[in-house]
């Protein structure tokens, strides 16, 4: 609320749940803090919440080692597979000193998380408390996002039995949080722990077990959430484009059609969301390409403010061409400009 959303709160099993209204949907975003939840009441299931993506919807999605079904679908669904039920992330070398003694109280070192300062925070980050479910991604899948990994000694499996066969989850492969944005921009976050969101996590001490391991007064937890909220909520990583122009260099307007060996400039400006305004953005990799069937010029755009511009001898071929901006960055949205000249 304190961000400018109108926030909706219910159980999970409320009859009255619904998604979409009238062929529209309800919300902008979802967070599903339910992780043992075996069937959602209304009209909600896996496919609806499948659907809302679809449409560009964002999710926030909490587990735990008492996960049901819904949650282990919906993962599969965006590339992340979660363990069996009444498992949990072991490490027996980076637990937290207040573990009980199955070393499931794990401390994350922030060197594991991913790094992409628009989706985990740009500050430094004291070590993150976590306990839940392991996750992996689908090596097929390329969106899938390795937002906090585990250690290199950990690993996923019932925490009091004996290891009788290879865990499901080992070593970085173990996903402690991932995400996704899908080609439409819709960004979906898993936590394989509810209790990283809770407020017991945000302001516990952590201290890894290790013998003259350093004492924290307060966990990363808290800032991570506010940063990962903002990313799969759309606050941070949005971008858009504005004005697009060309023209012969020394002339102001397009022409009707162009001449092969042309010298042109291209402009093209381009903005990010911050803090609900639109500002210059400032990106120092965006490339323009001439194309036709294939690219006749790439080059890069320099900046000016947020505009970028560039000139160039058009190619001594005729045809109809495309002026052509595709920018993917990691933790961005897609941006996409494309104009047609002949």
């Known amino acids: 609320a304190d961000r400018g959303f109108d926030l909706t709160f219910r159980t999970a099993d409320d009859a009255g749940l619904s998604l979409i209204k009238y062929g529209e949907f309800l919300y902008d975003n979802l967070i599903i803090f339910s992780p043992s939840i075996e069937d959602f009441g209304g009209n909600i299931n896996v496919e609806t919440i499948t659907a809302f993506i679809d449409g560009g919807g964002s999710v926030l999605v909490a587990a735990s080692s008492d996960i049901g079904d819904p949650l282990r679908e919906l993962?599969?669904?965006c590339g992340i597979e979660f363990d069996e039920e009444k498992t949990a992330v072991i490490d027996h070398h980076n637990y937290d000193i207040s573990d009980p003694g199955q070393?499931?109280?794990i401390v994350a070192d922030t060197e594991n998380l991913l790094k992409a300062p628009t989706i985990v925070g740009k500050a430094a980050l004291n070590p993150i408390l976590f306990r839940g479910v392991g996750m992996v991604a689908d090596p097929d899948n390329p969106l899938?996002?390795?937002i906090l990994t585990g250690s290199s000694t950990s690993y996923s499996f019932f925490p009091d039995k004996p290891i009788t066969q290879y865990p499901h989850a080992v070593w970085k492969n173990t996903l402690?949080?991932?995400g996704l944005q899908a080609r439409n921009n819709a960004?979906?976050?898993f936590s394989g722990s509810l209790d990283f969101f809770s407020d017991a996590f945000f302001s516990s001490a952590v201290q890894k077990a290790t013998p003259g391991s350093k004492r924290y007064s307060q966990t990363g937890n808290y800032e991570l959430a506010v940063a990962l909220s903002r990313w799969v909520f759309k606050e941070e990583g949005v971008l858009r484009v504005g004005a697009v122009s060309h023209h012969r260099v020394g002339e102001l307007a397009p022409p009707n059609a162009y001449t092969v060996t042309d010298l042109v400039e291209y402009s093209i400006?381009?903005?990010k969301l911050s803090d609900g305004k639109w500002v210059p953005f400032d990106g120092d990799d965006i490339q323009l390409e001439f194309v036709r069937?294939?690219?006749?010029?790439?080059t890069f755009l320099k900046r000016n403010?947020?505009?970028y511009s560039v000139q160039f001898k058009l190619p001594d071929v005729y045809g109809v061409f495309q002026f052509k901006v595709d920018y993917n960055r990691l933790g961005y949205t897609h941006l996409y400009s494309s104009t047609q000249v002949s």
């Open 75 to 77: 993962g599969s669904e």
């Open 103 to 105: 070393h499931t109280l």
């Open 144 to 146: 899938v996002l390795d």
């Open 176 to 178: 402690l949080i991932a």
């Open 187 to 189: 960004r979906v976050v």
């Open 269 to 271: 400006v381009i903005e």
């Open 293 to 298: 069937i294939d690219p006749f010029v790439r």
């Open 305 to 307: 403010g947020g505009k």
